[in-house]
């Protein structure tokens, strides 16, 4: 399964996330056999909880599934560009690649604000491909902010 194809299940999950009121992001965690070892969505307002980002649950779920945290054999698809947090856990994660739909000029933490994830003063960077599906990405969040 291509990375298109992949973005692809994470809009699902995004799509998901607006049955509970939260902002549509989803996330997949690809392992290095092509499976999926992890699904995230947004659920911020559906569990209270300010860490609920679709990339912390997906690597979470893959954490588990895996048995370990170190995922540095998987590749974490993601609908929208990272914030600081979560470009915090994806190097702590040791997460392979990272690929992402649209990018996030407000709070974007991979090159539109910051660039958390290739900083070299750190102990692990991705490999990033960002645009990927990023005008259907966009468009889910364009959505749900000018319903809002």
Request: glycine residues 10%.
């Amino acid at each position: 399964m291509d990375s298109h194809d992949v973005m692809g299940l994470a809009l699902d999950e995004a799509r998901a996330a607006l049955e509970t009121g939260d902002v549509p992001v989803g996330a997949i965690v690809v392992g290095a056999d092509g499976q999926i070892v992890g699904r995230g969505r947004n659920i911020r307002e559906a569990t209270h909880d300010p860490t609920g980002h679709a990339e912390v649950v997906a690597l979470r779920f893959a954490a588990e599934a895996l048995g370990r945290w170190r995922l540095e054999d998987c590749t974490l698809v993601v609908t929208l560009e990272p914030c600081t947090m979560c470009a915090g856990a994806i190097v702590q994660s040791r997460i392979r690649t990272l690929v992402f739909g649209a990018y996030d000029e407000k709070a974007g933490a991979v090159g539109s604000l910051w660039d958390v994830v290739r900083d070299r003063r750190l102990n692990h960077r991705p490999e990033v491909i960002g645009g990927v599906r990023a005008e259907e990405s966009a468009a889910l969040l364009r959505d749900f902010f000018d319903r809002i």
